[in-house]
Structures are given as C-alpha cells and as structure tokens.
C-alpha cells in the first residue's frame, strides 16, 4: 500500500469518528437515508393522461407527493443523475441546460430542498428536515476532449462523474463493450483531473478492466454508486469481487442497487437485495457499503400502463445499443416488493431480520456514504 494510500485509509477512519460522534447519526430519531443514486420523480407522470403527451423526465418537476414520500422514506440526500447519457442531442449543451433547470426547480422549493456541494449540506439536510440532492453524471461525454470543463462542471454543482455508460466512450470501456479494455490515455488523464476538482469517480456501468485501472491509479478512493454482485448474479451490471474488494481497500464506497439485474431471471425481490448488501459487506466490509436504488420513492399507480412505457423504452434502448444483458421486455427498473416510500424501512427491517445491529444498518443507510463523501468533498 502506497503512503497515499495510508493516508487516505487514516483520513477514513477519523472522517468515521467524527461523524459517528455526532449525537443525531449515533442514535438517529429517525430513519436517515442518503442515495447514492436515486432521483426525484414521479412515475405516473409519465403515464398517457387524456389530451397529454407522456411527460419525459427532463420535463420533471418536483411535486408535494414527490417531496412527501422522500421525507416519509426517510432521505436525507440523493445522487441525481443530470446530463447527456445518450441521443442526438449535443452533449455539452443539454447537459448545461438541464443543470440550470434543476437549479431552477430546486430554488422553487426552498423549505424542502437543498443543492448538496459539501458533506455538510447533507448534514444541513437532515437537521432542517429537507431532502438533498447532488448532482451526478453517468457519462463523460459532455466533457468532451476538454479538460476545463472537468471544473466548469465542478463549479456549477456537480459532485459525481461516472466514467462511462454501458458502451464505450473515449475514456474507456463500459459493461456491455465485448473487449473489456481498460482506461484509455485520455481516461486516465481525465481521471487526474476529476481527483483534483474533487469530484467522485464513479464507476457504475464499466467494464472490469477500466474500474480496475481506475482505482488503481486514482490519487483518491473511488466508488461504484449502483451495482450488485456478479458472483450472485452473473449479469455484466454486476460487479466482480476483484473490483468490489479494490475498491474498498482503497476507502471507497459501493452503493447497491435495487434493480432487475440482481436475479437471473431478471425480476429481483428484496431478499435478492439483501443477498446481494450481504455478499458485498463480506467482501469489502461494513464500512464500505450502501445504497444506490437506481430509481425513485413514488409509488405507481397504475402497473400495467407503466409496465407498458417501460417495454417501449426497452425496445427503444435496445435499438440504440444502449441497453444492457439482462433487460427484457418483463423487466421493470425497481424492485416490487421495494417500492413506495416504505422501501427503506422494509430493508432496514430485513436486514435487522437477518441479524444486522442498528450500528451497521445505519451504516449502509447513510454513514458509509457520509464517510466517502467528507474524503472526496470534505466537509
């Protein structure tokens, strides 16, 4: 282990202390739960209403049932994907766009919302009873061959870059790129330039070989915001014990997901879910784990239309190339025993059934990512 290294692990286990010295995270009143990848949105918004388009999510704004059921779900905070993934549309210029209309959305609700840029506006969060929200990509290709966007996007708010989505970009390969390479020279000179912005690297959706090269040469730890196990599942999704380990070794952070790709047959339950925070707290241990949904908190009203938007958009992605092993056309984005604002506290009672003390539910709840997000961001 380099002296980086070290240090890094040091600055973890005081970041932890601290933290856990706080009387509200060591006896919590209330359920607290930070998603490392989650959203803010309605589904049924985007179910056909008489005389009305389908409202896309871009479109989203945030309505009381959406704040009401964050709260009730007990979220402090949450990963907010922003941005170009895929399309016809400019990269740059749609991404811009879209953070300035979430800006816009979240001014529009000051007593329930607030932009998270520091461990401490989570905090504030949690104490003034809001929800918080961070900005994330889950591409690069916004930043384009330009290296000062990397603090462009930094000072408009972003805190989380995902390398890549599920094909190949010119920083590297993603899960679903057959050769499995590793970062490419630009990748791993972009990867310098996320460390020194302190920006969380993310490496949701990569290949093996690029997560693996990525936390080996990050001057910081780094994180996979939503996956579950491959050695449960054996979907590409899915991360293996080697990154799962490296990444935890180094202070990351592994947030697991609440989606299809958890059960070979692609329709996941909570004992999946379960299984699968399991298996990557023995792997990388319990101070390494959390949750990363991959979805939202409102509940669906009316199944069967949803259930036939999300066939179209499988369709769709699948056309584009985008899509990944595993989605079919019965695949929903969620978990349907995991779904509503009362998600979070099945889980935690799930796992308490299983034999977890409160100490490390609330760990993989929120403190985890408290505890990686002081060492990217600071306080």
Request: aromatic share 6%; proline share 5%; hydrophobic share 40%.
């Amino acid at each position: 282990m380099t002296e980086i290294d070290r240090r890094t692990l040091f600055a973890a286990a005081g970041a932890v202390t601290a933290l856990a010295a706080a009387p509200a995270l060591a006896k919590p009143k209330r359920l607290m739960v930070i998603n490392a990848l989650g959203g803010l949105s309605d589904p049924n918004g985007r179910l056909p209403q008489p005389g009305k388009a389908i409202q896309m999510d871009q479109n989203r704004s945030y309505s009381q049932r959406i704040i009401d059921d964050a709260r009730a779900a007990g979220v402090i905070a949450l990963n907010d994907t922003l941005g170009y993934v895929s399309g016809p549309d400019d990269p740059f210029e749609s991404t811009v766009k879209d953070i300035a209309r979430t800006d816009a959305r979240i001014r529009s609700r000051p007593a329930d919302l607030i932009k998270i840029l520091s461990v401490a506006d989570i905090l504030r969060a949690r104490d003034e009873n809001k929800v918080g929200m961070f900005y994330g990509f889950q591409n690069t290709t916004m930043i384009g061959d330009k290296i000062e966007r990397v603090q462009l996007f930094h000072d408009l708010g972003v805190r989380v870059v995902q390398l890549t989505y599920n094909l190949a970009n010119s920083v590297g390969d993603g899960s679903m790129a057959p050769e499995n390479r590793g970062l490419t020279p630009w990748g791993r000179q972009l990867v310098g330039a996320l460390n020194d912005a302190k920006l969380m690297v993310d490496l949701s959706h990569s290949g093996e070989q690029t997560c693996l090269e990525a936390a080996r040469i990050s001057k910081a730890p780094i994180s996979i915001n939503h996956t579950g196990c491959r050695a449960l599942t054996d979907l590409p999704r899915n991360k293996t014990d080697a990154e799962l380990r490296l990444v935890a070794e180094r202070g990351g952070f592994v947030g697991i997901y609440f989606m299809p790709y958890l059960n070979p047959t692609s329709v996941a339950t909570a004992a999946d879910v379960v299984a699968h925070i399991d298996h990557a707290v023995n792997i990388c241990g319990e101070d390494a784990v959390g949750i990363g949904t991959d979805g939202g908190i409102t509940g669906i009203d009316d199944m069967p239309a949803y259930r036939a938007i999300v066939r179209e958009e499988i369709a769709a992605r699948k056309a584009a190339g985008i899509g990944a092993k595993g989605e079919n056309p019965d695949t929903v984005p969620f978990v349907a025993d995991l779904i509503g604002p009362d998600q979070f506290h099945k889980l935690a009672g799930l796992l308490k059934a299983k034999g977890y003390k409160d100490a490390r539910i609330d760990k993989i709840m929120s403190a985890n990512f408290l505890r990686y997000g002081q060492l990217i961001w600071g306080g």
